[in-house]
Structure formats: structure tokens, C-alpha cells
Nanobody, 117 residues
Framework: QVQLAESGGGLVQPGGSLRLSCAAS????????MGWYRQAPGKQRELVAR???????GYADFGKGRFTISRDNAKNTVYLQMNSLKPEDTAVYYC???????????WGQGTQVTVSS
């Protein structure tokens, strides 16, 4: 199994920046990819960014040019750098791991990001 420990959420001003971290432990050799999702009140959970084992990245349209996903393989940690934050970015952000074996996905506990003046 893979366990995910998130940190970095909080309250920020519009236009500000925030860096989320997600440290993975456990059966990390089973990881195919890791990513970040978010869920705002009344909305479905949506993909924010994803990075594969080989380092390929992908972003939702709303994050392109503002968000950057990266990894530190030595620390088994994935980061999400969020710049130029907007109030509509307010959501619970979840770290996720895509696994090559059952149960195929592992989730972090979620961290609240609030963008408000």
C-alpha cells in the first residue's frame, strides 16, 4: 500500500502563491503516477495536475501557466506550485497516487486552500 502525507494548504490572498507537498511512503515501486485533484463545494472532484513515473506532466486548462507539478524522487515527494491564485481556486486539494496493483489508487486526506482578500 501507498500512504500519502500532504502539507502546505492554507489561506492566501488573491494573486499570491502556495506550494503543496505530498510525501509518499509504502509500496512506492507500485506507483505509475501521482497527481493533484481539487474539489470545491458543490462541485465534483477534478484533476489539477499529474506527473508520471517517467516525468511527463499534464495540467488542467485552469492551471496552465499558473501551476507547476514537480517531484523529488529521493524524497518520494510531489509538489504543486500554485501562482497567481484566484478566489475560484478555493477548494480542498487532494494528493493522489495511481498504482499498478490493487487497489489501484491511493488518496491523501486533503488540504484546504482558501484564496480570499
Amino acid at each position: 500500500q501507498v500512504q500519502l502525507a500532504e502539507s502546505g494548504g492554507g489561506l492566501v490572498q488573491p494573486g499570491g502563491s502556495l506550494r503543496l507537498s505530498c510525501a509518499a511512503s509504502g509500496s512506492i515501486l507500485a506507483l505509475n503516477a501521482m497527481g493533484w485533484y481539487r474539489q470545491a463545494p458543490g462541485k465534483q472532484r477534478e484533476l489539477v495536475a499529474r506527473i508520471t513515473r517517467g516525468g511527463s506532466t499534464g495540467y488542467a486548462d485552469f492551471g496552465k501557466g499558473r501551476f507547476t507539478i514537480s517531484r523529488d524522487n529521493a524524497k518520494n515527494t510531489v509538489y504543486l506550485q500554485m501562482n497567481s491564485l484566484k478566489p475560484e481556486d478555493t477548494a480542498v486539494y487532494y494528493c493522489a497516487a495511481d498504482l499498478g496493483t490493487f487497489p489501484f489508487r491511493s488518496w491523501g486526506q486533503g488540504t484546504q486552500v482558501t484564496v480570499s482578500s
